[in-house]
């Protein structure tokens, strides 16, 4: 692969190899109730020898898996290598040095630490255009915040929960910050004159729809930048997702928002009782689909919501009980519930396999998505870099795309540099 690949001919590459290999990732593991590759009888093979503990090791390396699947799937080392990502450079100004020890503490008081060091990375890869920050779907402001402070320049933050604009306005005019919190649906029409093209954009992990909304709005109002890093791809409003650019509008790839899920499917935050207590909702979620073609006399697939924690201290019989209410269900007297546990626990072993194959192709569709955001802004007259701004082990959702109007002045020249 080229050293540096152009966004159109990464994206390009991505588009032919997710569409060439779509058997392999567009599918319901939690459908299945048996390996779906009869036909790629070596991969088939190879993936009834691994029990969960190897599938497990191999989720952890990519470069590993793709390295093991590449014996069967032909692609999956090209298809590894278009994912990988530079690092955003980083923008150390000359009015500030960025060291933790020059900000105030008090600009990081109620903010989680993962969340505080997930916003110092976003902020220092920011290069800064325009004269306005414009925070969107800003929660309580923290990311408005500290670059009010660290820029000197005025942030206009939008949230729609009045709570958090409340709690958010006290924390900035504590530190005598130009900061202003506005209540605002950014979904509503309303939001458009908040819009012009002195201000920069910021997103940090606005969702589906909001930041789609944002990209639309943006490069309509001319803004001088905007930085955003998605996530939640899946919350939108329609069944299938609708591409932005060109390159995407002309793709064969058709994605359901079932599919956009796979771009998210990562458990690199989680810790050990989280991952026990997911293994057992999906053994349970996997006996209870049992239970439920049988109680329906109908071998298929019923799509059932996550049960909430409360729900899995109990035992699999109280959990069967209720998701069939949920699913207005009716369970006879007789039924073994054991029996149905533990042929959960077998598939648990199923849908691991498959979804180590799945997995592959999680970054380069969450890549897929990116570009094509990207894509939009480079087709509205915007420079634009696809990068991460952070280890994948402080957020996974840690890809940031940043565009500067092409007609914008080019942004100070960091200190150093
Ligand atoms: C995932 S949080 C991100 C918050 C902040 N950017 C951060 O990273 O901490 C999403 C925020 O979007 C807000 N939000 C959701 N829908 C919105 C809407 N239609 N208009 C404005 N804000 C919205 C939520 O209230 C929430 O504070």
Redesign the pocket.
């Known amino acids: 692969m080229p050293a540096v690949l152009s966004l159109r001919d990464r994206f390009i590459a991505l588009d032919r190899l997710l569409t060439q290999l779509r058997p392999f990732w567009q599918l319901r593991p939690f459908a299945l109730k048996e390996l779906p590759w009869h036909q790629h009888q070596s991969l088939h093979h190879w993936l009834q020898t691994l029990d969960l503990s190897a599938c497990e090791a191999l989720e952890r390396d990519d470069q590993l898996r793709a390295e093991n699947l590449a014996s069967f799937i032909d692609a999956a080392l090209p298809l590894h290598a278009h994912s990988q990502l530079p690092e955003a450079p980083t923008q150390e100004m000359a009015a500030y040095s960025a060291s933790t020890d020059t900000l105030p503490a008090r600009l990081s008081y109620h903010?989680p630490g993962r969340?505080w060091e997930?916003?110092r990375a976003f902020d220092q890869a920011l290069r800064p255009a325009g004269e306005q920050w414009l925070?969107?779907?800003?929660?309580?402001?923290?990311?408005g915040r500290l670059l009010a402070f660290r820029h000197q320049r005025p942030v206009l933050s939008?949230?729609?929960?009045h709570t958090?604009c409340n709690q958010g306005q006290h924390l900035a005019d504590a530190l005598k910050l130009d900061c202003r919190m506005q209540p605002?649906?950014?979904?509503?029409p309303a939001?458009t004159a908040r819009l012009h093209p002195r201000q920069h954009a910021v997103?940090?992990?606005?969702?589906g729809?909001?930041h789609l909304?944002l990209l639309r709005l943006a490069s309509e109002q001319r803004l001088a930048g905007v930085t955003l890093?998605p996530?939640?791809y899946h919350l939108i409003d329609e069944e299938h997702y609708h591409p932005l650019s060109d390159s995407a509008r002309i793709s064969r790839l058709q994605l359901s928002r079932q599919d956009l899920k796979l771009a998210l499917q990562d458990t690199v935050t989680a810790g050990a009782r989280e991952r026990r207590l997911r293994q057992r909702e999906l053994a349970w979620r996997l006996g209870f689909d049992l239970l439920q073609r049988q109680l329906r006399g109908e071998d298929s697939y019923l799509p059932c919501p996550s049960a909430p924690k409360s729900q899995l201290s109990g035992g699999f019989e109280d959990y069967c009980r209720w998701m069939a209410a949920r699913k207005q269900l009716r369970l006879p007297d007789a039924i073994d519930y054991a029996e149905f546990e533990q042929q959960g626990r077998q598939r648990v072993l199923t849908v691991t396999r498959i979804e180590l194959v799945r997995n592959l192709f999680r970054r380069p569709l969450e890549l897929w998505l990116a570009l094509d955001r990207a894509l939009y802004l480079q087709e509205r007259g915007y420079q634009v870099t696809l990068s991460e701004f952070c280890d994948y082990q402080l957020t996974p959702r840690n890809l940031l795309i940043q565009a500067i109007r092409r007609d914008e002045p080019a942004p100070p020249r960091a200190a150093g540099q």
């Open positions: 903010v969340k997930q916003i925070e969107w779907c800003a929660g309580k402001g923290h990311l939008l949230e729609w929960q958090l605002q649906d950014v979904m509503a939001t997103a940090l992990h606005a969702c729809k909001l909304r890093s996530c939640c």
